[in-house]
């Protein structure tokens, strides 16, 4: 998953290409992973980074 939280980090790409660049054949099995391990979903870890005051909130 700190590959899959790099690639997020970084931005840009779709979800699903990041899911698929990890091996994942279904981006909904990797969505669950990523929550299982992180405590969030991709998308809101991806935007949580992205603004100035970094993971905050929950």
Same mark, same amino acid.
């Given at each position: 998953?700190?590959? &899959? &939280?790099?690639?997020?980090?970084?931005? !840009?790409?779709?979800? &699903?290409?990041v *899911?698929?660049?990890?091996?994942?054949?279904?981006? &909904?099995?990797?969505?669950?992973?990523?929550?299982?391990?992180? !405590?969030?979903?991709? !998308?809101?870890? *991806?935007?949580?980074?992205?603004?100035?005051?970094?993971?905050?909130?929950?």
């Amino acid at each position: 998953m700190q590959e &899959a &939280a790099h690639q997020l980090k970084g931005g !840009g790409r779709p979800l &699903a290409q990041v *899911a698929t660049d990890l091996g994942y054949t279904d981006q &909904a099995h990797f969505t669950r992973d990523f929550h299982r391990v992180t !405590g969030y979903r991709p !998308g809101q870890f *991806a935007r949580t980074l992205g603004r100035p005051d970094g993971l905050t909130q929950r």
